[in-house]
């Protein structure tokens, strides 16, 4: 017992010194020419100076990891056995030194007991910040079925990722299509289907539970958007089916029977049919306001026989005014992108009002199963394509948001293994022109290896979501849905 | 003596408790196995530290490992009862109760009368009780009443709902042993209390999770209420036998030992020669077909007939495994499209079942699909053997970056480590465009687009599979058997004539025999290689079926597909789309 007792104290000891002496550079280190690949690749990224540790791993692997980070005078160093984990103060300490400028990182891995020490590469700091919270669905990227399902915010600035509310919590549904007022995390709309079936609009931490399929409209509200006042919701009603491919090239369609588009006013739980793009003669979906509440824009293609022709569809972007005092659409049709050979969906316009973000795909309006899914960009002063190459990948580019600034945009992206969607955080310069994109760094930058979940539709808010999640989960369980009307 | 007896009961008790895990629910564990994965990743061991009872379910994924393998449940389950036993026993002695091992053993029975899909709820009682009678060891009220509380906070953390049986144990001690009411009302009302605090200051959850974790049983459905029984039997049970008193109904020791021991071979007896497990047979073959045992599942069905749909699709998947399709078809029952492919693909084993008969017929992307929706939609969302086929159907496909990802997956479950890393090589295109069966697999999937889905539109789905590649054997053995079962004469000319002149099975020249019978055209028997004596057999029974009684005619022409067109039952049309 005795013999433990003194141990202890040695064990420990020693153990502190490993640790130190871990935290030290290696000096035996045979230099090389080579950048280092990793995962994320973070090399030559441009980041805002509010993000949260670039943690990393080298892909080959390694013993033990050494890294050292560097910029106006300001030297940090990380270490790790096969990754490189940065100590939050020491990073936010060197970011804030660097704001505008870059910082180099060199790293050094320990393999077969000998050290490498690789060349440097730049990581840019833009001296415009992120909005602090993302939103997103962590789903299976599943076929026909969903099973575990949760709504999560991400603090960008630190790890910490909190629930906003669980399936789990409120019968194994499905909960889908959350989102924000202009970022705003206190005003806050999403579905559950299934169990506890309704539209769930939170404003001011009331939690309203809606029935919106009405006589007027052919399903429920489905893909939403807030208007800037918070008294309106545009949103598609789809009729929505799927079908599987046979060959290996391609995996699932994802197509519409008949869509409209319709604005719901949330002060009077109303479906405006003057404010509503009903037509049996076309396709309308996917619809935003522009930043000032003036326009409602939508993805709009000629109907026609479906699943037939599920790759003849093509989407124009399409706009129109908006009246909010009067809850009216004028009739006058603007065609933003017009489709000719390709599909044009999920219309995002920047918060500033300059830029119209969308994701063009070969056919159809879902293009979250398609290869070819790219984000593209149009200046809305100039109507010129912005060159939007430095921010796809041969794999899919679909969903995409804003940060209140105009400066950062959150994209979906399945650049990474092609069947995942995870999101890449991408600087806009002031000239329209992206950035590298980056992962959305997390603590153990293995986690992505072992996750069998997608980021789906991810939201940058301006703030933590506060609502509780216990409390959409009574009102889920206990509340009546009210029915919403069609006038 | 009376001790020696004690020990005798109980090592009885294991003994006939491994031997009825093992006789009657081998496969019903190594099934379930493939529905748990443990992961020696510290992501995993850190996302069950941080979820009430996660520790239980840590080792329970930890042990199902071993249940792919023969003995290793019935240990694992013998040693668990055991050990659930003895301690109880020890804990009624501390309570005053002075009974024989027999009475302690009884509650574990319940153990083997109403199996769950894990044996977590096993490892929670293997944390409660022997915790119970642990604490009844402690003879300091106060260090007794420290112990006790630190144990029920941190059981609650590591194994709950252990702490809500360790409770009321603790509570039925205090009464019985030491009339501290207070003492046992508070230990019930901490066990009750903590897991609402949890959830406000650790978890977000539901109460029922907060409870009873989400280990012991599927949060997805009711609580079953034999779980509650077994929790709650070993408290009741206690209080009862100390109401009881020690009184003895039988005095004499010598009579007492012959009817406790009776007593309990008529009970483990009467388990194990009543208590079968009713899917035990598609277990089996699901286990077989996992270890590639095809022959086994054909010989096993042959011999000892065929129970139910999902071992019918078992028996047809060997068939078609060892080339035996055409030749068996007669020997096999045919039930219609159910018996070829699962009714609904979205479940346990008739998902499993999806995924391999996709996967023998090359329709590679639905073997993807069905593989995909069996790990997300299991319980666990992960289904290891299901991520074995996506690693295949990926490299196949070529989607390397995705097949890398599950091989890293199954890389941390140390079942199939080794299997994983295996695979590592082929994602290097060169080798994996070079190694046999996925070459094999490429050359017969499909290269022309179809809606047609394995499930709603059999057979259209099969036959667009052939149509690109008319020599995919399994494809077409799947698609001719179809239409045979249902007797549709017509379209299995439609589908055999491409393969005219080649030497076809028995079967398929008899079903050309009865063609040529109804539409006579004499450049068919030569057209498709009749054999003569197939022909003249097909003659003599034409000629003879009105002077033939059904049973001559079975003893006679029983292993022909006329025999079968003519007496055979048409199945029930599937529900489908077609």
Known sequence: ?487 | MKRDNNLIILLLFMLGCGLFVELNFRYWYAFMEQYMMFQTTSDYLVRHLTEPGGMVGYLTDFISMGFYYPLCAALVIALIAGIVSYSFHRFLKACGVERSMLIAVAPATLLLLFPQESIAHMLTLTVAIPLAAAYTAIKNDKIRWSIGFIALTAIYFLAAPANLIFALMVAVYELIAHRRYGVAAAATAWSALLPLLAMNIFYTIPMREAYIGKHIAHPEVAFPTALWVMGAIYPILAVALRLIGNKRFIVSDKWHTRVEYSALAITLIACIIFKVDLMGQPYMYDHLAREGKWEKIVEHSQRYGIRDFDALIYTNLALSHTGRMATDFTRTPQLGLYGLYPRDTKYYIQNILSSEVSWQVGHVNTAQRTAFIGTLGSRRSVQPRMMKRLVETYIVTGEMAVAEKFIKVLESYPRLSAWASSMRPLLNEEVAAATDWVAEKRRLMPVTDNLYDMQNSFPKSVEAIIMDCPENKAALEYLLSFVLMYKDINNFMGYIEPYKGQNLPKLYQEAICVYQATKPDEQILEAYNIDPKIWNRFANYDRNIQMMNAETAYKMYGDTYYYYLQYGATPEPPETNN
């Not at chain 1, 013993?63 to 990754?83: F, Q």
């Not at chain 1, 984990?85 to 000998?114: F, H, M, P």
């Not at chain 1, 049996?280 to 037939?308: I, Q």
């Open chain 1, 1 to 487: 017992m005795k013999k433990i007792k003194t141990i202890y104290p040695l064990v420990l000891l020693a153990a502190l010194l490993f640790g130190i002496a871990c935290n030290e550079r290696p000096t035996t280190a045979t230099p090389t020419n080579e950048l280092p690949t990793i995962f994320p690749d973070y090399t030559e990224v441009t980041i805002p100076y509010n993000i949260a540790p670039l943690n990393f791993h080298p892909t080959e692997g390694a013993e033990r990891c050494y890294a050292e980070l560097s910029g106006n005078g300001v030297t940090i160093s990380a270490t790790g056995k096969d990754d490189v984990r940065i100590e939050e103060k020491e990073w936010r300490t060197l970011l804030d030194a660097n704001r505008g400028a870059s910082i180099s990182v060199k790293l050094y891995t320990k393999s077969q007991d000998k050290w490498q020490e690789w060349a440097p590469f730049n990581v840019h700091i833009s001296d415009k910040d992120i909005d602090s919270h993302l939103v997103y669905r962590l789903i299976e990227p599943g076929y026909e079925k969903w099973h575990i399902v949760g709504i999560y915010q991400r603090n960008l600035e630190s790890f910490e990722e909190k629930p906003i509310i669980l399936n789990s919590m409120v019968g194994y549904n499905c909960i889908n299509c959350h989102t924000f007022c202009g970022g705003d995390p206190s005003q806050l709309m999403f579905h559950m289907r299934a169990a506890n079936g309704g539209t769930y609009v939170v404003q001011d931490g009331q939690i309203e539970k809606l029935n919106t399929k009405t006589d007027g409209t052919i399903s429920n509200l489905t893909y939403p958007y807030w208007h800037p006042s918070g008294n309106y919701i545009t949103t598609s009603v789809n009729t929505i089916h799927q079908f599987f491919h046979a060959t290996r090239d391609k995996k699932i369609e994802v197509f519409d029977l008949r869509s409209d588009v319709v604005v719901y006013d949330v002060r009077s739980k109303e479906i405006l049919s003057k404010a509503s793009i009903i037509s049996e003669d076309n396709f309308e979906t996917f619809p935003s306001f522009s930043p000032d509440g003036k326009w409602l824009y939508y993805c709009n293609a000629p109907a026609t026989e479906m699943p037939d022709n599920y790759d003849k569809v093509r989407y124009s972007l399409c706009r129109v005014a908006f009246d909010a005092d009067k809850g009216e659409i004028s009739s006058e049709v603007d065609t933003i992108v017009k489709a000719d050979s390709l599909s044009y969906t999920f219309p995002r316009i920047s918060p500033n009002g300059r830029y119209l973000m969308y994701t063009e795909t070969a056919y159809g309006q879902f293009p979250i199963w398609h290869k070819d899914a790219e984000i593209r960009m149009v200046d809305l002063e100039s109507r010129q394509s912005i060159d939007m190459s430095a921010m796809n990948s041969p794999e899919t580019e679909s969903y995409h948001s804003w940060s209140s600034g105009s400066d950062w945009v959150v994209v979906s992206s399945r650049r990474d293994n092609s069947l995942y969607t995870l999101p890449y955080l991408c600087y806009i310069g002031a000239d329209g022109k992206p950035g590298k994109p980056f992962l959305l760094p997390q603590e153990d930058p293995e986690m992505y290896d072992y996750l069998l979940y997608s980021f789906n539709i991810p939201e940058l808010v301006t703030g933590e979501v506060d609502i509780n999640p216990y409390e959409i989960q009574q009102a889920a369980l206990n509340k009546e849905a009210e029915q919403v009307s069609f006038k």
